[in-house]
């Protein structure tokens, strides 16, 4: 006689490990891998920021902003010189719609740190600030009222660089 055995037992392992490696894989992804999370603390302005980082004058960064109703959702080039956005661009058409219309709400990271400072003394639902090693942050999700429905905002900061004399920004 012979015995059949079913194959379904290695299939669920092999696709079982497959999506093991394809998770762990992409979760290794990402801007900053060594990043931290903090809950937003008043400092002043000049320091805001994880690990002691103090928002120089100039620098440049992108920033995907996203969720609620908003009127910063999009994703952008910022330049910022002597502490005040010299230039934005929007990289994508949300992006693009708000540097055309609404140009003076393209934010400095410092002006972003002020906002999660603000959700947490004012006791928002959530507010949270996610730093890379060297302390500038990276992520940063507020919301307001938990059953407030559009009231969140997420920003994500990527590409940051600090700009010395009239150097131009990469990218």
Not at 59 to 85: N, P
Not at 107 to 112: E, F, K, S, V
Request: hydrophobic share 40%; glycine share 10%.
């Amino acid at each position: 006689m012979t015995t059949a055995r079913s194959r379904v037992p290695v299939r669920l392992l092999a696709s079982a490990a497959l999506v093991a490696g394809v998770v762990g894989a992409a979760s290794a992804c990402g801007d900053e891998p060594s990043a931290y999370v903090l809950k937003a603390q008043p400092a002043p302005a000049s320091s805001a920021g994880g690990a002691g980082w103090k928002e120089p004058s100039s620098y440049a960064y992108t920033l995907r902003s996203g969720e609620g109703e908003r009127s910063l959702i999009g994703t952008f080039r910022v330049t910022v010189r002597d502490g005040k956005v010299s230039e934005a661009v929007g990289l994508d058409d949300s992006g693009r719609r708000v540097v055309k219309e609404l140009p003076d709400q393209v934010p400095t990271i410092g002006a972003l740190l002020k906002e999660a400072e603000r959700a947490e003394r004012e006791k928002a639902h959530k507010a949270e600030t996610r730093y890379a090693a060297d302390g500038h942050p990276v992520r940063i999700t507020l919301d307001w009222d938990k059953a407030a429905i559009d009231d969140e905002a997420l920003y994500v900061i990527s590409a940051y660089k600090p700009l010395g004399g009239t150097a131009q920004p990469n990218g």
